[in-house]
C-alpha cells in the first residue's frame, strides 16, 4: 500500500465545525475517528464499527491504552452535548439545537469491536456535507491541546494551500467554539490560557504558519485577525489513478464566501455519486432550467442525478419545491443562498414521497400553484414546465 492509501480523511462539515463542545484532546481523537468510520461506511444506519485496537492506538501513553480507558472516554462521548445553531428549514427561525456527541456504543467482545450510534441529526451533518474542512487525522494526532484541534479544524476550513489567508473571527465566535464562554469570560484570561496556546502548537506542529492580530472597537477586544499561511495540501489522492472516485466540491455557503474558500478534490464515499462522473451530465432532464444559475444548475444535477424528473410525480414535487424556494426569497432564480434549503426540502419530499408509495405511482395530489387554478396533475411534465416559467415571468423583465 502507497502513502497516498494510508492517508485517513475526515471531511469535517463547516456546521460541525461551527459547533460547541469541551473534552479532552485523547476524547476528542476517538470522536474525529468515528466520524472518519461513519463516513467510510455511510450505510444509512446511523452507526459504524470501529476495532478496540484502532483506538488504543489513538491514545499516546501505551499504560492508558486500556478497555476501561475507552469505555470511560466513549461514555463521556455520549453524555457531551454539542451546541450549534441552524435554520428552520420551514421559516427561517433560528432553532439552537444540543445533540450528545454520539448516542450509544456497543462493545462486542469476542470481535473485540465497538458498534458506535449516532443521533440522526448529527449523522446527517456527517455524510451530507457540502462546505468542509478536509483534515488529515494523523496531523490533528499529534495536538496534545483540545483548543488547538478545535482551532486547526476552523483555520482548515478557510485555508488554501501556500496561500496566505486572512480571516477574522469574533472573540464571542471564538469562545462558543472553543467552548469556554463561561470559562474565560475574560479576554486576557482566555488569550493566554487557548489562544495563545493553540496557535503555538498548530505552528509547531500543525504544518501551517499562524498570527494573530487583535480587532479592537476603542479599547476593547472584539475580534482575532488570523493570518494563516497552510503548508498541508487540500487534495490527497493522485487524479488520474483514483478518477472513478473523485468529485468536485465547491465550497460555497454564501455569496460573501464563494472568494474566500477554495475548491477541494475529495474521495467520495457514495457509490452512486460515484457514478456520476462516469455519466454525461447531458443524459440527466432537468426541467425549468432558466430557473437555475449555472452554479447551483451544476449543484443540483450533483445531488439529484439518481431521481428520474421526466417522471410526473417527481416533477410535481420538484415544481412545487421550485416554487416555494422562489417566493421564500422573492427571487427570480434558485442562487447559492437559496440552495441549501431548496436541496433539504426537495430531498426529503421525494424520499417520503418514495417510501409512501413503496416504488409505485404517485398518487394524483391535488396541489395549488401560484395563482394558477387549476391543479398540476392535469398537466404533463412538458405543459407544467412551461406554465412554471410563465408563472415567473413577470420577475425577468
Same mark, same amino acid.
Given at each position: 500500500?502507497?502513502?497516498?492509501?494510508?492517508?485517513?480523511?475526515?471531511?469535517?462539515?463547516?456546521?460541525?465545525?461551527?459547533?460547541?463542545?469541551?473534552?479532552?484532546?485523547?476524547?476528542?481523537?476517538?470522536?474525529?475517528?468515528?466520524?472518519?468510520?461513519?463516513?467510510?461506511?455511510?450505510?444509512?444506519?446511523?452507526?459504524?464499527?470501529?476495532?478496540?485496537?484502532?483506538?488504543?492506538?489513538?491514545?499516546?501513553?501505551?499504560?492508558?491504552?486500556?478497555?476501561?480507558?475507552?469505555?470511560?472516554?466513549l461514555?463521556?462521548?455520549?453524555?457531551?452535548?454539542l451546541?450549534?445553531?441552524?435554520?428552520?428549514?420551514?421559516?427561517?427561525?433560528?432553532?439552537?439545537?444540543?445533540y450528545?456527541?454520539?448516542?450509544?456504543?456497543?462493545?462486542?467482545?469476542?470481535?473485540?469491536?465497538?458498534?458506535?450510534?449516532?443521533?440522526?441529526?448529527?449523522?446527517?451533518?456527517?455524510?451530507?456535507?457540502?462546505?468542509?474542512?478536509?483534515?488529515?487525522?494523523?496531523?490533528?494526532?499529534?495536538?496534545?491541546?483540545f483548543?488547538?484541534?478545535?482551532?486547526?479544524?476552523?483555520?482548515?476550513?478557510?485555508?488554501?494551500?501556500?496561500?496566505e489567508?486572512?480571516?477574522?473571527?469574533?472573540?464571542d465566535?471564538?469562545?462558543?467554539?472553543?467552548?469556554?464562554?463561561?470559562?474565560?469570560p475574560?479576554?486576557?484570561?482566555?488569550?493566554?490560557?487557548?489562544?495563545?496556546?493553540?496557535?503555538?502548537?498548530?505552528?509547531?506542529?500543525?504544518?501551517?504558519?499562524?498570527?494573530?492580530?487583535?480587532?479592537?472597537?476603542?479599547?476593547k477586544?472584539?475580534?482575532? /485577525?488570523?493570518?494563516?499561511?497552510? $503548508?498541508?495540501?487540500?487534495?490527497?489522492? &493522485?487524479?488520474?489513478? !483514483?478518477? +472513478?472516485? #473523485? *468529485?468536485?466540491?465547491?465550497?460555497?455557503?454564501?455569496?460573501?464566501?464563494?472568494e474566500?474558500?477554495?475548491?477541494?478534490?475529495?474521495?467520495a464515499?457514495?457509490?452512486?455519486?460515484?457514478?456520476?462522473?462516469?455519466?454525461?451530465?447531458?443524459?440527466f432532464?432537468?426541467?425549468?432550467?432558466?430557473?437555475?444559475?449555472?452554479?447551483?444548475?451544476?449543484?443540483? /444535477?450533483?445531488?439529484?442525478?439518481? $431521481?428520474?424528473?421526466?417522471?410526473?410525480? &417527481?416533477?410535481?414535487? !420538484?415544481? +412545487?419545491? #421550485? *416554487?416555494?424556494?422562489?417566493?421564500?426569497?422573492?427571487e427570480?432564480?434558485?442562487?447559492?443562498?437559496?440552495?441549501?434549503?431548496?436541496?433539504?426540502?426537495?430531498?426529503?419530499?421525494?424520499?417520503?414521497?418514495?417510501?409512501?408509495?413503496?416504488?409505485?405511482?404517485?398518487?394524483?395530489?391535488?396541489?395549488?400553484?401560484?395563482?394558477?387554478?387549476?391543479?398540476?396533475?392535469?398537466?404533463?411534465?412538458?405543459?407544467?414546465?412551461?406554465?412554471?416559467?410563465?408563472?415567473?415571468?413577470?420577475?425577468?423583465?
Amino acid at each position: 500500500m502507497n502513502e497516498e492509501n494510508k492517508i485517513e480523511l475526515l471531511m469535517h462539515s463547516k456546521q460541525l465545525v461551527h459547533t460547541s463542545y469541551e473534552v479532552t484532546a485523547i476524547q476528542n481523537r476517538i470522536f474525529y475517528y468515528c466520524l472518519l468510520n461513519a463516513q467510510k461506511e455511510n450505510n444509512g444506519s446511523l452507526k459504524c464499527t470501529v476495532k478496540l485496537e484502532d483506538l488504543k492506538n489513538l491514545i499516546p501513553s501505551k499504560n492508558q491504552r486500556t478497555l476501561v480507558n475507552i469505555k470511560k472516554a466513549l461514555e463521556i462521548l455520549s453524555t457531551s452535548l454539542l451546541e450549534f445553531e441552524e435554520k428552520d428549514i420551514r421559516d427561517g427561525d433560528d432553532v439552537e439545537c444540543k445533540y450528545t456527541l454520539i448516542a450509544m456504543h456497543k462493545y462486542y467482545k469476542n470481535k473485540e469491536v465497538f458498534e458506535i450510534v449516532f443521533l440522526e441529526e448529527l449523522y446527517n451533518h456527517i455524510i451530507n456535507y457540502t462546505v468542509y474542512a478536509p483534515l488529515n487525522l494523523d496531523i490533528l494526532s499529534k495536538f496534545k491541546s483540545f483548543y488547538s484541534q478545535r482551532l486547526y479544524e476552523l483555520l482548515r476550513l478557510w485555508s488554501r494551500t501556500d496561500i496566505e489567508i486572512t480571516k477574522e473571527f469574533k472573540l464571542d465566535q471564538l469562545k462558543f467554539i472553543f467552548g469556554v464562554e463561561n470559562k474565560y469570560p475574560n479576554y486576557k484570561n482566555f488569550k493566554q490560557r487557548v489562544l495563545n496556546q493553540a496557535v503555538k502548537e498548530i505552528n509547531t506542529v500543525g504544518n501551517m504558519d499562524v498570527t494573530i492580530e487583535e480587532v479592537k472597537k476603542s479599547r476593547k477586544v472584539e475580534g482575532i /485577525k488570523f493570518i494563516i499561511m497552510d $503548508y498541508e495540501k487540500r487534495k490527497y489522492f &493522485n487524479k488520474e489513478k !483514483l478518477k +472513478q472516485n #473523485i *468529485v468536485q466540491v465547491d465550497e460555497v455557503s454564501s455569496t460573501q464566501e464563494v472568494e474566500e474558500i477554495a475548491t477541494i478534490e475529495c474521495i467520495a464515499n457514495d457509490k452512486e455519486t460515484n457514478q456520476l462522473t462516469n455519466k454525461s451530465k447531458s443524459d440527466f432532464y432537468v426541467p425549468c432550467k432558466k430557473l437555475f444559475t449555472a452554479r447551483t444548475l451544476e449543484l443540483f /444535477k450533483e445531488d439529484f442525478f439518481k $431521481y428520474d424528473f421526466k417522471e410526473k410525480g &417527481n416533477n410535481l414535487i !420538484l415544481s +412545487q419545491v #421550485i *416554487v416555494l424556494t422562489l417566493d421564500k426569497d422573492d427571487e427570480e432564480k434558485i442562487k447559492v443562498k437559496s440552495y441549501n434549503y431548496f436541496k433539504t426540502v426537495l430531498m426529503d419530499k421525494l424520499k417520503k414521497e418514495r417510501y409512501e408509495n413503496n416504488q409505485k405511482s404517485i398518487p394524483q395530489v391535488k396541489t395549488r400553484f401560484h395563482n394558477i387554478h387549476q391543479t398540476f396533475t392535469k398537466y404533463t411534465p412538458e405543459e407544467l414546465e412551461k406554465k412554471l416559467l410563465e408563472s415567473q415571468k413577470d420577475k425577468f423583465k
